[in-house]
């Protein structure tokens, strides 16, 4: 189908997009890489009056090194986070992410902040995210603020950013020398994932000294797994140690039922990816 008509309006900085979103208010809509959007508008599940086109605001793109954190722009696509020597260094498990995300031309074209800020708990980069504890910085009429990101998905489709803000930027904290790894469980190759693990550690020898583990689609936001992050720590990383860490995966989720699996059938699949993708991300895969 055709989008009904809408007017377009491509601003050259956040400030004119603020401005036109203050003007436009519930009749506009801002469009990213358009690779989610798009098909809405084709659908006709919203129609906007005006569409604010981000893509020509230069300083929402790009990775730079914050410090003790990655900055990663909003407008940055999915194919140039998944390449960005900084990201592979001080935040593998984001690299890993995108390598199962959609395919290339879906990378080229999507972005890392259009992707979060969309908030499909079946989305690849909301876990990953989550798990290395990032921080989402909006900006909107008042200045800017940041969001941790245990506050910043609130439900299916929904975030804290405000109609008139502007998701600019994701804070990630570096986990050097961490391994990593995205256990994505899916029918198809290139789609959504029915259930999908996040896993990245820290080892001393041959012991687990930190894990921190993300949950897609088991529940109607990205999930931190804690009950399996405290059982690993201090744990040796072995198989059977693993494995019983990973059977507490399900604790505090509620996955949805459609017709690619039941709640308990993505329970035993989160059960199934945790102990793979832990496993990989100590090296013991
Ligand atoms: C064929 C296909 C396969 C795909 N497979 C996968 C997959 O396997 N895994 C996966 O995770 N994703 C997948 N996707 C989705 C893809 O990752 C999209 O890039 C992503 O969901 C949206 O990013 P975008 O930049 O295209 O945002 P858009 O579609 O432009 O926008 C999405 C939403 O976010 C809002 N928005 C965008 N940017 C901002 C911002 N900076 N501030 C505030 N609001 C904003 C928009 O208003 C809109 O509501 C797939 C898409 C397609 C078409």
């Given at each position: 189908?055709?989008?009904?008509?809408?007017?377009?309006?491509?601003?050259?900085?956040?400030?004119?997009?603020?401005?036109?979103?203050?003007?436009?208010?519930d009749d506009a809509k801002i469009i990213a890489g358009g690779q989610s959007l798009l098909p809405v508008l084709r659908m006709?599940?919203?129609?906007?009056?005006?569409?604010?086109?981000?893509?020509?605001?230069?300083?929402?793109?790009?990775?730079?090194?914050?410090?003790?954190?990655?900055?990663?722009?909003?407008?940055?696509?999915?194919?140039?986070?998944?390449?960005?020597?900084?990201?592979?260094?001080?935040?593998?498990?984001?690299?890993?992410?995108?390598?199962?995300?959609?395919?290339?031309?879906?990378?080229?074209?999507?972005?890392?902040?259009?992707?979060?800020?969309?908030?499909?708990?079946?989305?690849?980069?909301?876990?990953?995210?989550?798990?290395?504890?990032?921080?989402?910085?909006?900006?909107?009429?008042?200045?800017?603020?940041?969001?941790?990101?245990?506050?910043?998905?609130?439900?299916?489709?929904?975030?804290?950013?405000?109609?008139?803000?502007?998701?600019?930027?994701?804070?990630?904290?570096?986990h050097d020398g961490w391994g990593a790894s995205y256990e994505k469980f899916v029918r198809i190759a290139h789609q959504w994932?029915?259930?999908?693990?996040?896993?990245?550690?820290?080892?001393?020898?041959?012991?687990?000294?930190?894990?921190?583990?993300?949950?897609?689609?088991?529940?109607?936001?990205?999930?931190?797994?804690?009950?399996?992050?405290?059982?690993?720590?201090?744990?040796?990383?072995?198989?059977?140690?693993?494995?019983?860490?990973?059977?507490?995966?399900?604790?505090?989720?509620?996955?949805?039922?459609?017709?690619?699996?039941?709640?308990?059938?993505?329970?035993?699949?989160?059960?199934?990816?945790?102990?793979?993708?832990?496993?990989?991300?100590?090296?013991?895969?």
């Open positions: 189908m055709i989008p009904a008509a809408f007017e377009y309006v491509a601003p050259t900085s956040v400030e004119e997009a603020l401005a036109a979103l203050a003007e436009h208010g006709r599940l919203n129609a906007p009056e005006w569409v604010i086109d981000l893509g020509r605001i230069d300083s929402l793109r790009g990775v730079r090194d914050g410090g003790d954190h990655l900055v990663i722009g909003a407008m940055t696509t999915h194919h140039d986070v998944g390449r960005d020597p900084l990201v592979h260094e001080h935040a593998l498990l984001i690299s890993k992410a995108i390598t199962h995300l959609a395919d290339a031309q879906v990378r080229h074209r999507g972005t890392f902040g259009g992707a979060l800020a969309h908030a499909d708990p079946a989305g690849d980069l909301g876990a990953p995210a989550l798990a290395l504890g990032s921080t989402f910085v909006v900006q909107g009429p008042g200045g800017t603020r940041e969001i941790p990101g245990a506050d910043f998905f609130v439900d299916l489709f929904e975030t804290a950013i405000s109609d008139d803000e502007i998701l600019t930027e994701v804070r990630v904290p570096k994932p029915i259930v999908a693990v996040a896993a990245t550690v820290r080892l001393e020898g041959d012991t687990i000294a930190e894990a921190r583990v993300g949950l897609t689609n088991m529940g109607s936001t990205p999930l931190r797994a804690h009950a399996v992050e405290e059982a690993l720590a201090g744990r040796p990383a072995t198989e059977d140690a693993v494995a019983g860490a990973a059977a507490l995966v399900a604790d505090g989720t509620n996955p949805p039922s459609d017709l690619n699996g039941d709640a308990d059938y993505r329970r035993h699949i989160a059960t199934v990816m945790t102990r793979r993708a832990v496993l990989a991300a100590a090296g013991r895969g």
